[in-house]
């Protein structure tokens, strides 16, 4: 009788055991949906793996942890029968080694929580987008100069000057916002293709073991449009996926544009170097000059906006070749260096500009200041630094005819004695010797 008991608990052990396995699956089950990342039955294109291997933290510096991207609530995530092509485990590999280097390297937290959102509709800075400190901030401004090119010159209203920017609700902040995404990814695409990058619920990639998974790239759905207009329609009917809260919206658009440029060609602009387009400094990933060169000029080539080659040379495109927006810079280590004539002179008068490593936008309401000279005598720019704790528009008056801030020739504009806010000093690197007075508004940044 003992032996026969023996034999029975042995399977109601094993029993109770698989019953207690299924129970903790389907509690895992219930997190994973909760968090609109639901367990996914669907065909791997590459075969098994682990989602955790590789080494944890591989290429990342002292202090600096990769933290796994948070879940993206349900709503932002495309359904099924939105189409598209799933993601392969080679596309994201080479993601990974062109932003970072490598494969296990991952985004920040900081990174991960970026996305497009504006400040309050129908208000002096209804315009603007919110950009605080961080490695993103160049790539919202770069956005918000074609949200304010949009805005002040291409949509039809009947507003004038800053009222254009001001008289806008959350529909006119989707329709620009729409608008400054297509053209930045059309450009990139040569002006004959775009790529838009969108999250589905699927997972269709698992890892092999020298890619280390993130639970976000894994999950992209890519669509490819032949027709700006039609891409752009498509952001538009998807412009949450972008600007809702959680939507890792900055992360979306950067790989949407890496795709329009495509892997290869990103590649061939960097002329082989291995130079990732994301560095970190001081603890922050923050943007090479190649991926700002991709963004101003769609091409990843830091020559193009260091004073190196125009953008397009070799291309059929001739030497008078000028950007839609611009791009100044100043930085006090680096007074010497400067940007190509097609960024310091773009066809419109808005420039994303480059202070000691910080990024604002400059801008003017008249379409013809960089086409008559004689309106570059005495005119008005505008600023916005991106920085919650700016409340309106910066309005700035410029003289490019009175130089009383050099009275002292002997002394070097820059030293404590005659240093000026870096914008005034940007604002110089295109009107050498013009002065700048900030209509009473405290000067800062």
């Known amino acids: 009788m003992g032996d026969r008991e023996a034999e029975d608990t042995v399977p109601q052990t094993h029993l109770e055991e698989i019953t207690g396995k299924i ?18 039955n669907t065909t791997h294109q590459h075969g098994e793996g682990s ?9 990342e510096p002292v202090g600096l942890q990769s933290v796994p991207l948070s879940a993206v609530p349900r709503a932002l995530l495309l359904s099924p029968a939105t189409g598209g092509k799933p993601i392969s485990l080679e596309m994201a590999m080479g993601l990974r080694k062109l932003l970072f280097g490598n494969v296990f ?18 208000s002096d800075l209804a315009y603007a987008l919110e950009a605080e400190k961080g490695g993103t901030r160049a790539i919202l401004m770069v956005v918000q100069a074609h949200i304010i090119k949009y805005l002040l010159f291409i949509r039809n209203t009947e507003y004038s000057h800053l009222e254009r920017l001001s008289r806008i609700g959350c529909r006119g902040q989707a ?25 589905t619920a699927a997972l269709h990639v698992l890892p092999s073991g020298d890619y280390k ?11 490819e449009f032949c027709e700006k207009g039609a891409a752009q329609e498509f952001i538009s009917d998807h412009i949450n996926c972008f600007k809702g809260e959680g939507s890792h919206g900055v992360i979306l658009f950067l790989y949407s544009l890496l795709f329009s440029r495509t892997l290869e060609r990103v590649q061939e602009d960097l002329h082989g170097t291995v130079t990732p387009l994301l560095q970190f ?33 070799g291309d059929g495109v001739t030497q008078a070749w000028r950007c839609p927006v611009g791009y100044l810079r100043w930085d ?3 007074v010497e260096q400067k940007v190509c004539r097609g960024l310091g002179t773009p066809l419109l008068p808005v420039w994303l500009c480059s202070l000691a490593g910080r990024h604002g936008v400059l801008f003017s309401t008249d379409s013809l200041l960089l086409s008559d000279w004689k309106r570059e005598r005495v005119f008005s720019l505008y600023f916005y630094s991106g920085q919650r704790k700016q409340m309106e528009t910066a309005p700035l008056r410029i003289d490019t005819h009175s130089h009383h801030w050099e009275e002292n020739r002997g002394e070097d504009p820059s030293s404590p004695g005659k240093r000026r806010p870096p914008i005034e000093m940007a604002i110089r690197t295109k009107w050498a010797g013009a002065t700048v007075s900030w209509n009473g508004t405290d000067p800062f940044f």
């Not at 989602?51 to 290429?59: C, M, Q, R, V, Y």
């Not at 993130?214 to 999950?219: G, I, M, S």
């Open 23 to 40: 129970s903790d699956l389907n509690k895992w089950r219930e997190i994973f949906g909760f968090h609109g990342l639901e367990i996914s």
């Open 51 to 59: 989602a955790g291997d590789g080494p944890s933290g591989a290429g």
């Open 105 to 122: 390297q991952l985004f920040s937290c900081e990174w991960t929580r970026a996305y497009f959102k504006f400040r309050e509709p129908y």
């Open 175 to 199: 329709e620009a916002l729409a608008a400054a995404l297509a053209d930045t990814l059309w450009a990139a695409g040569g002006g004959r293709r775009a790529v838009i990058s969108l999250l």
């Open 213 to 223: 998974a993130d639970n976000f790239t894994e999950r992209i759905q890519l669509f």
């Open 281 to 313: 400094s001081c603890g922050n990933i923050t943007c090479a000059q190649a991926l700002l060169s991709l963004l101003l000029t769609g091409r990843a080539n830091p020559r193009h906006i260091n004073g190196g080659q125009e953008p397009g040379c």
């Open 332 to 334: 006090r280590a680096r």
